[in-house]
């Protein structure tokens, strides 16, 4: 979702929201849906409504193009599924939207203790022999029957057709939840990232590189509800070449997350230009000129926070010093979600978010960033000086409008 259309996006949110809105829902004996249930959500006192309503919006999108319909059941989603609905295809992305907790593929039937036990019957039938734990859950209590009862019924079917039964050692669990109207039963549920729905936070430049931390850095923000706007900075003579490289794949990876991007290309020959005299001091230079970039892109976007991939100590350059001293002068808050980790923390999570093997691939990066034995000690006062001396801001300027805006 991008900021500039984020006023129709949550007009649109909310008519398809209310128009999908059901308390009651029919469903045939044995239909499969998928209900999406979001956690932390439910923490958020009045803005509770603004946060489910955003998700709703973010979930209808991504299932553009899939065999289902989202519609909003009590505290819960229920995506119902076509007949051509592509299982895989709906899960993976179900496990790239921030906000859901879990999910779980369920059967649906009307909620008396014979139609449970017919279709538990049924779902056992159909799953290998295990270790299986037994839960069940009913929300609504004017039943004449109790969850200890279905659980109990469900437990001895389970143990007469040769599943090992145990509460406490198990590898799968069968699930049945009972509500007014219906009864959902499930084998197990997939546990996704949680946080809060993309664009419940406002809009975040991204200073993104070609390694391994700013894309991780970038999936934190999305995490927290950030609507990215990504700045890359590059070394290649056009923008072609820099849309051909491997940023575009990494971003194509990272807008699974947000259902699409928007990225700066930034040229470097200009800083590089300016920058030839300042010896040491051009990698922290650089960092100067990265923030002061994204702060101008920033104020055009509407944009209120940078995120870089930093870590404290990680190397020379990320000294307290060199991060006080390239922060200097940048109004709007900088953050660094990677401030606390280690490198192999931040490769583990690379690998899980999917960018690790594209963040390694060789790449052209930008002259400046290898310069010799930068500066571990910067102090603001001389690199205040150093940024007169090359007319950094002049650099700024003309940059910006050697920039180019990809939408992915
Ligand atoms: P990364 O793996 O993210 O490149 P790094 O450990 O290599 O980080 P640096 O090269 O010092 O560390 O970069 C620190 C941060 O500065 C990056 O995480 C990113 O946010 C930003 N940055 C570095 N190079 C670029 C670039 N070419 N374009 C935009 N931002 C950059
Ligand atoms: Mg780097």
Redesign the pocket.
Same mark, same amino acid.
């Given at each position: 979702m991008h900021r500039n259309n984020s006023v129709i996006w949550m007009h649109y949110d909310y008519i398809l929201f209310w128009a999908n809105r059901k308390e009651a829902m029919e469903f045939s004996h044995g239909e499969k849906v998928i209900i999406i249930h979001f956690g932390e959500l439910w923490l958020r006192g009045r803005n509770r409504n603004m946060y489910i309503k955003a998700l709703f919006g973010n979930i209808s999108r991504a299932m553009v193009g899939e065999d289902a319909r989202l519609e909003k059941m009590y505290d819960r989603f229920v995506l119902r599924l076509g007949r051509k609905a592509d299982l895989g295809s709906i899960g993976d992305k179900l496990d790239h939207t921030f906000g859901i907790s879990n999910y779980e593929i369920t059967y649906a039937s009307s909620n008396s203790m014979d139609a449970i036990e017919k279709l538990a019957g049924k779902v056992l039938s159909e799953t290998e022999k295990c270790s299986l734990k037994v839960s069940a859950h009913r929300s609504f209590k004017e039943l004449p029957f109790d969850s200890a009862e279905v659980s109990s019924r469900i437990f001895a079917l389970a143990k007469k057709m040769g599943f090992t039964m145990s509460n406490k050692e198990f590898s799968r669990e069968i699930r049945i939840n009972i509500t007014k109207d219906n009864s959902f039963i499930s084998m197990d549920r997939k546990r996704t990232h949680g946080g809060l729905p993309v664009g419940t936070s406002g809009t975040g430049i991204?200073?993104?590189? /070609?390694?391994?931390?700013?894309? *991780?850095?970038a999936w934190y923000a999305m995490k927290r509800g950030v609507s990215p706007i990504y700045?890359?900075?590059?070394?290649y003579s056009n923008l072609e070449e820099a849309r051909n490289s491997k940023i575009t794949m990494i971003l194509k990876e990272l807008s699974k997350y947000s259902h699409g991007s928007v990225v700066y290309f930034?040229p470097?020959h200009i800083f590089e230009m300016s920058a030839m005299s300042s010896g040491k001091y051009e990698?922290v230079l650089?960092?100067s000129f990265?923030l002061a970039v994204?702060q101008k892109i920033a104020k055009k976007e509407g944009a209120n926070m940078i995120?870089? /991939?930093?870590?404290l100590g990680? *190397?020379a350059?990320?000294t307290p010093s060199n991060i006080a001293a390239e922060s200097y002068g940048i109004k709007i808050p900088i953050l660094r979600p990677?401030i606390g980790f280690d490198?192999q923390e931040?490769i583990s999570l690379a690998r899980r978010i999917g960018t690790y093997e594209m963040?390694i691939l060789p790449y052209k990066?930008?002259c400046s960033?290898n310069a010799r034995n930068p500066k571990t000690h910067t102090e603001i006062e001389r690199l205040r000086r150093i940024k007169k001396e090359v007319k950094l801001g002049v650099a700024v300027t003309r940059t910006l409008k050697a920039s180019a805006k990809v939408e992915l």
């Amino acid at each position: 979702m991008h900021r500039n259309n984020s006023v129709i996006w949550m007009h649109y949110d909310y008519i398809l929201f209310w128009a999908n809105r059901k308390e009651a829902m029919e469903f045939s004996h044995g239909e499969k849906v998928i209900i999406i249930h979001f956690g932390e959500l439910w923490l958020r006192g009045r803005n509770r409504n603004m946060y489910i309503k955003a998700l709703f919006g973010n979930i209808s999108r991504a299932m553009v193009g899939e065999d289902a319909r989202l519609e909003k059941m009590y505290d819960r989603f229920v995506l119902r599924l076509g007949r051509k609905a592509d299982l895989g295809s709906i899960g993976d992305k179900l496990d790239h939207t921030f906000g859901i907790s879990n999910y779980e593929i369920t059967y649906a039937s009307s909620n008396s203790m014979d139609a449970i036990e017919k279709l538990a019957g049924k779902v056992l039938s159909e799953t290998e022999k295990c270790s299986l734990k037994v839960s069940a859950h009913r929300s609504f209590k004017e039943l004449p029957f109790d969850s200890a009862e279905v659980s109990s019924r469900i437990f001895a079917l389970a143990k007469k057709m040769g599943f090992t039964m145990s509460n406490k050692e198990f590898s799968r669990e069968i699930r049945i939840n009972i509500t007014k109207d219906n009864s959902f039963i499930s084998m197990d549920r997939k546990r996704t990232h949680g946080g809060l729905p993309v664009g419940t936070s406002g809009t975040g430049i991204i200073l993104l590189s /070609g390694g391994i931390d700013s894309p *991780v850095a970038a999936w934190y923000a999305m995490k927290r509800g950030v609507s990215p706007i990504y700045v890359h900075i590059h070394g290649y003579s056009n923008l072609e070449e820099a849309r051909n490289s491997k940023i575009t794949m990494i971003l194509k990876e990272l807008s699974k997350y947000s259902h699409g991007s928007v990225v700066y290309f930034v040229p470097s020959h200009i800083f590089e230009m300016s920058a030839m005299s300042s010896g040491k001091y051009e990698l922290v230079l650089l960092k100067s000129f990265m923030l002061a970039v994204a702060q101008k892109i920033a104020k055009k976007e509407g944009a209120n926070m940078i995120f870089t /991939g930093e870590s404290l100590g990680q *190397v020379a350059s990320q000294t307290p010093s060199n991060i006080a001293a390239e922060s200097y002068g940048i109004k709007i808050p900088i953050l660094r979600p990677l401030i606390g980790f280690d490198k192999q923390e931040i490769i583990s999570l690379a690998r899980r978010i999917g960018t690790y093997e594209m963040s390694i691939l060789p790449y052209k990066d930008v002259c400046s960033i290898n310069a010799r034995n930068p500066k571990t000690h910067t102090e603001i006062e001389r690199l205040r000086r150093i940024k007169k001396e090359v007319k950094l801001g002049v650099a700024v300027t003309r940059t910006l409008k050697a920039s180019a805006k990809v939408e992915l």
